[in-house]
């Protein structure tokens, strides 16, 4: 089974190259995937009705219990066949829906292809925290479908709606999940078959469990997202709001009833809310001009139908919501894609313009009409023999007053013969309103469709027929899930034809009125026109969203007052009195040794010294010389505590930290602007002496606070044994930590990408000029030069010696950089200590020669480097799964490599050069967001003051032409390089 969604997930990942290829046609390649899983079920599916259920596990996170355990039952063959076959079919029907000129097509076909892996991987899950990681990836795939076109308003609020409901419900539900999972189990199995005790954590767990399935299948309260999302394109509509997504909810419901239907709560969430919404629905589908939003809020009422059924708890009424699930995927889709068909032949779904198209679409409203008939109930349709079943059910529950009492299941039978009537009347509405030839309506243009674009709902409508017709050989394979229930009797075989009973009665009875509300339709409308809205759950989701914007407002008009002091001294206030009062008070200090050598009181000394000068200094970059000295001075505590390779990043860092400082300084004023005393410096003393005590005091009970053995007391075995190196720092990072060092990269990722878009709002720096092109005049043509970048710059700012020390280190520092990068398994260094090195020498050749003497050391993109880094270290903690392993596994490899010899040749190398790469990425994008970027506002600046005209600090390269920037471009790294110079 995980097979099934690794398919999946491989056709997502080649669908946007298969769209560029193909165009529209890579949907017909695309719909392989749901097809075989649809023919994997179908070969199974004699295991299944025999009990033999198929199961697999794949260990995930043991330490937490979580497994990726897959198992096919009943329930989950049924709703699993539902996803793939209408899945497959849907793909065929966009071949034809979709323009080959649709710029969108490579997202979409991505998106909708992960979508369809993910509702498979739902409904065949038996782990509840894994549906739930499925359950959200649904969510978060419809929001991309539906928001399909992100320059419409409407796509993105529907979109916007969507998602802020069923995420809601999934975090309600993602509480009731843990809550089982710690009182009882997180195996649906286990869940299943032996229950816990319905004690108050059960009951709170089960009503946040069902709050989740039910804003999944737009119940009432949260039955408005639905329609809004019918903005979607309509194979969207036909897929996920007939057949998958709002089936998630049902799945739930099914899934947990046999062990927990008689459950405080239960059948008034479930049969109340269902029932309630089944009649909200069916009301406001009567009120629609739009056909695909009639369809909308008719699946809103047919979902109420289906939970109400599925909660009810009988044996009967398992099978009938079976058989009702099947049904409705069968008749909504077949009717959403007719909607579509019609859309794209006609140009309109107002009911009003249309008439005359059921003649001339045949092909179309033959099927449609058999599916809206199987949807009103009428025999021989699969929806007469579903409704019959469930009114069988209800029927039964009045006669025996299980498990619903008598006056509610009384309430129950009639508050689904009127959402029956209200289905029927709206059924007859929408033929009438998609296909009729209606009095003084011109007949509607009609452009004919291409086969292939009615072959799924043709399809889809004969199988409404079929399953009507062939019902008695449905119930023994749905039967295997009915009589797990303990409520109830055996349940009669479905069939479309049990004698003159009750609930044939009750059938006729909600058809007789359905249509006579529809002839009434007028009268109908005019009632509705004057009846209050009562439930309107759109209203009260936009004056909720009002409210929150609202409160937030007037939060952050009295929290967020625009002062980053008042910010950071709010941050440190509460550091202080909570976790420094709480050591202070509660914390148990061990004793104290001041140092192990004299050397490192002279080092604190020293840091001492450093921090308080920072304090009386005037001048921001003697500022930031004494706060890196104090990071220096923590380099050497290392050195001397015997971390060489601790020491070596520490020290790389607070150089690299340094580069930032004294860029970012140029565009700042020399000196601090003095202050004269006042009650405000004071407290700010205070906070500072209170926050450095709290931090000490902190790291006095956290290290007297450990009670068990820590466990890098086994790293040196362990990285030696499983990590292949020495070094046990790099052996921590690349294996044994790996897990952290990927998400560290990926924040570095983030920070390099942060940096740049702070300087550059638009986009990345990523304008490269090659010195050559850039040269001012030379007196001395024919005089060789150390940098092509000085040859940019004016005499007066070069300086010789820094170029030909530059041009004499740099090629030593990347080899250094390399060498760190590749002993660094065995040695101190590593991917990170080299990546600093290596982009430290482009920062020297930056000071040395400018922007333009960058561009000429590193002349690509940054983002490019730190994109590919971030590539090959993902590449490589996911390559041993290809050869049978787990993520992140190392592998030692030895060799002979002439002229070398032996090599030793850990797997983990890999990782670390995807670390390289990344960090080398970030510097350069620091240097070019802080230097080249600040060079360019500089010159810009420049060139206005001279010319008095102004331009955009993004195209000031362009003054560079004029021959401005050429003569003064470079001061800016010039000012910064005089630090370094002698």
């Given at each position: ?64 219990g ?17 996803v ?11 071949r ?7 710029p ?78 710690v ?13 816990p ?44 709001h ?6 998630a ?121 058999l ?6 109930g ?63 309506v ?67 009875v ?14 109908v ?43 950071l ?28 050598n ?26 930031v ?74 790291a006095?009970?956290a ?56 300087i ?15 040269a ?10 150390w ?33 760190l ?61 290809a ?33 390289y ?66």
């Amino acid at each position: 089974m995980a097979q099934l969604l690794l398919l999946h997930l491989l056709a997502a990942v080649v669908a946007p190259w298969l769209a560029k290829v193909l165009r529209a046609k890579a949907f017909l390649v695309l719909a392989v995937a749901p097809a075989a899983s649809f023919g994997w079920l179908v070969s199974v599916s004699g295991d299944v009705r025999a009990g033999n259920l198929p199961t697999q596990r794949i260990s995930w996170v043991p330490g937490l219990g979580i497994d990726l355990d897959f198992q096919l039952t009943t329930l989950s063959w049924v709703l699993a066949l539902l996803v793939t076959g209408v899945g497959a079919l849907v793909l065929l029907y966009c071949r034809w829906y979709f323009s080959d000129r649709d710029p969108t097509l490579w997202r979409f076909t991505s998106v909708f292809t992960a979508f369809a892996g993910a509702m498979l991987g739902l409904v065949l899950t038996d782990n509840l925290l894994v549906l739930y990681v499925f359950w959200e990836l649904t969510t978060v795939f419809s929001y991309l479908l539906i928001g399909h076109n992100p320059a419409s308003s409407t796509n993105r609020r529907a979109a916007m709606q969507a998602l802020i409901v069923t995420t809601f419900g999934g975090l309600a539900m993602l509480i009731g999940i843990i809550a089982l999972g710690v009182h009882h189990t997180y195996s649906i199995s286990e869940l299943v078959a032996d229950p816990p005790a319905l004690d108050g954590v059960t009951v709170a767990a089960l009503v946040l469990l069902l709050v989740g399935a039910l804003s999944k299948s737009a119940l009432v309260p949260f039955h408005f997202w639905l329609p809004g999302a019918m903005a979607a394109p309509t194979p969207v509509s036909a897929y996920l709001h007939a057949a998958a997504m709002v089936k998630a909810g049902i799945y739930l419901v099914a899934l947990l009833a046999p062990a927990f239907a008689g459950a405080p709560a239960w059948h008034a969430l479930t049969v109340g809310l269902g029932l309630f919404t089944m009649l909200v629905g069916g009301w406001r589908a009567l009120r629609q001009h739009d056909i695909k939003l009639l369809l909308a809020y008719g699946t809103v009422s047919q979902l109420g139908f289906i939970v109400a059924i599925a909660g009810l708890g009988t044996k009967t009424s398992a099978l009938s919501a079976l058989a009702l699930v099947i049904a409705h995927g069968l008749f909504k889709s077949t009717l959403f894609l007719t909607v579509g068909v019609v859309d794209k032949s006609t140009g309109t779904r107002d009911l009003r313009e249309l008439s005359g198209v059921g003649r001339r679409l045949l092909p179309v409203s033959v099927p449609a009409t058999l599916a809206a008939l199987s949807m009103a109930g009428i025999i021989p349709l699969a929806g007469f023999v579903s409704k019959e079943s469930a009114l069988e059910a209800l029927w039964q529950d009045v006669q025996t007053s299980t498990p619903l009492p008598a006056p509610w299941s009384w309430l129950a039978i009639a508050g689904v013969v009127a959402g029956s009537a209200l289905t029927v009347a709206y059924t007859a509405r929408f033929l009438w309103g998609a296909f009729a030839t209606k009095p003084g309506v011109e007949p509607t243009p009609v452009k004919a469709a291409h086969p292939g674009f009615v072959l799924s709902p043709l399809l889809l409508g004969v199988g409404c027929l079929l399953l009507g017709l062939l019902s008695p050989l449905e119930s023994p394979w749905l039967m295997p899930y009915a009589v797990a229930f303990p409520v109830g009797e055996a349940p009669a075989t479905l069939s479309l034809w049990h004698g003159v009973t009750v609930p044939l009665m009750l059938s006729l009875v909600s058809v007789g009125l359905g249509l006579l509300l529809f002839s009434r339709r007028d009268l109908v409308g005019r009632a509705q026109a004057r009846v209050p809205a009562l439930v309107d759950g759109e209203r009260g989701f936009a004056r909720t969203l009002r409210w929150v914007d609202r409160g937030a407002v007037e939060t952050t008009a009295v929290t967020q007052r625009g002062s980053l002091p008042i910010y950071l001294a709010a941050i440190l206030i509460v550091f202080v009195a909570l976790p420094g009062v709480a050591a202070a008070t509660r914390g148990s200090f061990p004793s104290i040794r001041l140092w192990d050598n004299p050397g490192q009181a002279v080092v604190g000394v020293f840091m001492v010294a450093a921090a308080v000068l920072v304090l009386v200094t005037r001048r921001r970059l003697t500022a930031v010389m004494l706060v890196g000295a104090t990071g220096y001075g923590v380099s050497l505590l290392f050195i001397l505590h015997g971390a060489p390779d601790l020491a070596i990043t520490q020290m790389l860092v607070e150089t690299v930290s340094l580069v930032v400082f004294v860029l970012a300084l140029r565009r700042l004023p020399t000196k601090f602007t003095r202050h004269p005393h006042s009650p405000s410096r004071t407290w700010r003393i205070a906070l500072g002496v209170a926050v450095g005590t709290s931090v000490g005091l902190i790291a006095l009970v956290a290290s007297g606070g450990r009670t068990a053995d820590p466990v890098s007391v086994d790293f040196p075995t362990e990285a030696y044994a499983f990590g292949h190196g020495k070094n046990i720092v790099n052996v921590t990072l690349v294996d044994i930590r790996a897990w952290d060092t990927l998400g560290e990269v990926s924040v570095l990722v983030a920070a390099a990408t942060g940096i740049a878009s702070l300087i550059f709002v638009r986009t990345r720096n990523t304008r490269l000029s090659r010195a050559t092109a850039k040269a001012l005049p030379s007196s001395n043509p024919a005089r060789g030069t150390w940098l092509h970048g000085g040859r940019t710059m004016r005499q007066e700012k070069r300086s010789v010696i820094f170029e030909v020390v530059t041009r004499l280190v740099f090629h030593v520092m990347l080899a250094a950089s390399l060498f760190l990068l590749f002993a660094g398994h065995n040695q101190p260094g590593g991917g990170f200590a080299g990546g600093l090195v290596a982009g430290l020498a482009l920062v020297v050749r930056y000071l040395a020669g400018g922007r333009y003497e960058l561009d000429e050391a590193a002349p690509f993109d940054a983002g490019l480097l730190v994109g590919l880094g971030l590539l090959v270290a993902v590449g490589s903690a996911l390559a041993p799964l290809a050869f049978g392993g787990t993520i992140l596994e190392t592998t030692a490899v030895d060799f002979t490599l002439p002229p070398w010899g032996e090599v030793h040749l850990v797997t983990s190398l890999f990782f670390d050069v995807g670390v390289y790469l990344i960090v080398v990425g970030m510097m350069l994008d620091i240097v070019r967001s802080l230097g080249t970027g600040i060079d360019r506002q500089i010159a810009d600046e420049q060139s206005d003051g001279g010319s008095g005209e102004t331009s955009d600090a993004s195209d000031a390269s362009d003054a560079s032409d004029e021959g401005a920037e050429g003569a003064e471009g470079a001061e800016g790294a010039d000012d910064v390089a005089e630090v370094a110079r002698p």
